[in-house]
């Protein structure tokens, strides 16, 4: 998994709830011309973070027109390195698998799987490179027009760094305020993507109060590998004025902590998510099952919360926090129901302190956020 240091702030598992909009959606990069390019580029992650070899490449389409009958080239890239040049491929295809006009994968908002690529590209764990997607040699024909979408950024903040997306049209332009969004098929049929990508196939918005039919309560679940303290959350919820809920830290069904949100307080907050305070820090057990929870405490006004989805239960693997984080959810405080290997809700944790694992009576507290050991 991967922990990010908020200086001052503890840390967020997963780390990359912050970074996305209080309602997220999809952000596309169209391609409708000939020699019009998207490259996607990053540091390479694999879970296990040893040397893989990249066999496929999976992506997702936006709209596609292919009225002139187009296709497509997938080619793997080394970054250009001369100076200014920011995060863009040097336009040599390297390792190369075409897509054809007919392909039925190849169509309007669609998770697709290329096949194998020409030869296997074997990659360090880190290793920086490029994922360029192109018209093929006959380029674009007739009025085809090509989007690859990944996930908006907070206020549109185009410069991200690594990953990012880039554009050519007349040049490259790194100005495409996209989260990338790809997984690598390695050859020994485990997956990988870049570092800070946020691989989906699917956003996904559910609006509910208090006794919806189905469900009025969804939950973030959680298992982490360490003891720990936390200090509260980050939650993705939109409501109204009159839209109260509650922000719940549960193990099973006992509640560990909850903040009330009064709607009026936070009503039309335009991107970030909502970070909670817990009254006091709350310590968690390695290997235990924890939710949190978004529960509305009025019947009169939807909350609304998001969740992501993946093409396959494999691809949980490249998501910050792992497979043992999922979406879950349950009705007026019955028992909780998991969507365990496909969806993920946009919720974090605040981790204050987390046990250092020197064992042999050595263990301790490591405080995060400055200050004394516990």
């Known amino acids: ?23 997220p959606s999809l952000s596309g990069s169209t391609i409708d011309s000939t020699g019009e390019k998207v490259a996607i580029c990053g540091s390479v992650f694999t879970p296990s973070r040893g040397t893989k070899s990249i066999r496929k490449i999976h ?44 392909d039925a994968g190849f169509t309007s908002n669609a998770w697709y799987t290329t096949g194998a690529l020409s030869a296997d590209r074997s990659v360090t764990h880190g290793e920086r490179l490029a994922v360029v997607i192109e018209y093929d040699g006959s380029g674009r024909l007739g009025s085809d027009s090509v989007v690859i979408s990944g996930m908006l950024l907070t206020g549109g903040d185009a410069k991200f760094g690594f990953p990012s997306v880039a554009l050519k049209t007349a040049s ?30 699917a956003i996904n918005s559910h609006s509910y109060k208090q006794d919806t039919a189905g469900a009025d309560e969804y939950a973030m679940k959680l298992t982490l590998p360490f003891s720990c303290k936390t200090d509260g959350a980050i939650v993705r919820v939109n409501s109204g004025t009159t839209a109260d809920y509650d922000i719940i830290l549960y193990e099973g069904t006992t509640a ?24 006091s820090e709350i310590s968690l057990a390695a290997g235990t099952v924890y939710r949190l929870a978004a529960k509305p405490t009025q019947t009169t006004a939807n909350v609304v919360v998001y969740s992501t989805d993946v093409a396959a239960a494999n691809h949980f693997t490249c998501l910050q926090g792992g497979p043992e984080m999922c ?47 516990q």
């Not at 305020?177 to 691989?199: H, L, M, Q, R, W």
């Not at 946009?346 to 263990?363: E, N, P, R, V």
């Open 256 to 279: 560990l902590a909850t903040v009330s949100i009064d709607g009026n307080e936070v009503a039309g907050v335009p991107s970030r998510p909502l970070r909670v305070q817990w009254s």
């Open 59 to 102: 992506f997702r389409f936006g709209s596609v027109t292919k009225a002139g009958g187009s296709g497509l080239t997938v080619s793997l890239q080394n970054l250009l390195t001369s100076a200014g040049s920011g995060p863009v491929p040097d336009e040599t295809q390297d390792e190369t698998v075409a897509i054809a006009n007919g």
């Open 172 to 201: 490259w332009s790194v100005t495409v305020a996209t989260i990338p969004n790809v997984i690598f098929e390695f050859s020994d049929g485990t997956f990988g993507t870049f570092a800070g990508a946020y691989p989906h196939s």
């Open 327 to 373: 979406h879950s959810t349950r009705l007026d405080l019955g028992s909780w129901s998991d969507t365990a290997t496909r969806r993920l809700i946009g919720f974090g944790l605040s981790l204050s302190s987390i046990d250092d694992g020197a064992g042999g009576g050595g263990s301790r507290m490591v405080n995060v956020r400055g200050g004394a050991d």
């Open 1 to 23: 998994m991967t922990l990010q240091l908020l200086t001052g702030q503890g840390i967020t598992y997963p780390d990359d709830i912050g970074a996305l909009s209080l309602s």
